[in-house]
Antibody, heavy 114, light 105 residues
Framework: QVQLKESGPGLVQPSQTLSLTCTVSGFSLMDYSVHWVRQPPGKGLEWMGRMKYDGDTYYNSALKSRLSISRDTSKSQVFLKMNSLQTEDTAIYYC????????WGQGTLVTVSS | DTVLTQSPALAVSPGERVTISCRASESVSTRMHWYQQKPGQQPKLLIYGASNLESGVPARFSGSGSGTDFTLTIDPVEANDTATYFCQQSWNDPTFGAGTKLELK
C-alpha cells in the first residue's frame, strides 16, 4: 500500500538549515510527484514545493530563496532543505503524494529554537 | 497566488445539515479539493475535483461548485465530524484555505 514517512531533526537552531527526508513505498517517484506541506501549530496548511515525477521542482514563491527539494529514486526518498530558519518556521512538516493529496505522511514536528 | 477564503467556524447539532463554503480569488475551474483534519492527525482527503467523493469516505459528505465558489456539505452531521475542514485548489500552485472549525452543539 502507499505510504510516506517524514524523518529529520526535531529541533533546529535559528539561522541553521533544516534537512528532512520523505521515504515512500507502494509507488514510484518516477510515476508520481511528491509535495511538501507544512503547518505551524494551531494554524493552517502551507504548500512549500514539489518534486515532480520527471525530476523538475517547483517552489512556493515565498520560500523559493531558502528552499531546495531533491530526490534519490533508487532509495525512494525525497529531500527538503531549507536554510536560514527562524522561529516562524516551527511547524509540522508533511510530505504528500500528488493526485489530490490522498496520501500523507504522519508529519514531523520541527521546532526552531536556541 | 490564488487566495481561498473560508468562514472560520461553525457550530451545529448532530443530525443537522451543514455547508462549509470556500471562495477562490480567481477561477480554479473544478480543481478544488476538501480535507478533514482532526487534532494530532494529518489531513484526510474527502472530496476531489470539487464533487468527487474519495473512496472510503461516507456518502454524508458531498461537494459542489465551480469557478470561484465551492461548498462542502455534511448531511447529516455526526458527533465524530468535529474537525477542521480545509479547501485546497490545484488549478495553479497549490494553496489552502485557512480552515473552518466545525463544532457540535
Amino acid at each position: 500500500q502507499v505510504q510516506l514517512k517524514e524523518s529529520g531533526p526535531g529541533l533546529v537552531q535559528p539561522s541553521q538549515t533544516l534537512s528532512l527526508t520523505c521515504t515512500v513505498s507502494g509507488f514510484s517517484l518516477m510515476d508520481y510527484s511528491v509535495h511538501w506541506v507544512r503547518q505551524p501549530p494551531g494554524k493552517g496548511l502551507e504548500w512549500m514545493g514539489r518534486m515532480k515525477y520527471d525530476g523538475d521542482t517547483y517552489y512556493n514563491s515565498a520560500l523559493k530563496s531558502r528552499l531546495s527539494i531533491s530526490r534519490d529514486t533508487s532509495k525512494s526518498q525525497v529531500f527538503l532543505k531549507m536554510n536560514s530558519l527562524q522561529t516562524e518556521d516551527t511547524a509540522i512538516y508533511y510530505c504528500t503524494r500528488a493526485g489530490s493529496f490522498a496520501y500523507w505522511g504522519q508529519g514531523t514536528l520541527v521546532t526552531v529554537s536556541s | 497566488d490564488t487566495v481561498l477564503t473560508q468562514s472560520p467556524a461553525l457550530a451545529v447539532s448532530p443530525g443537522e445539515r451543514v455547508t462549509i463554503s470556500c471562495r477562490a480569488s480567481e477561477s480554479v475551474s473544478t480543481r478544488m479539493h476538501w480535507y478533514q483534519q482532526k487534532p494530532g492527525q494529518q489531513p484526510k482527503l474527502l472530496i476531489y475535483g470539487a464533487s468527487n467523493l474519495e473512496s472510503g469516505v461516507p456518502a454524508r459528505f458531498s461537494g459542489s461548485g465551480s469557478g470561484t465558489d465551492f461548498t462542502l456539505t455534511i448531511d447529516p452531521v455526526e458527533a465524530n465530524d468535529t474537525a477542521t475542514y480545509f479547501c485546497q485548489q490545484s488549478w495553479n500552485d497549490p494553496t489552502f484555505g485557512a480552515g473552518t472549525k466545525l463544532e457540535l452543539k
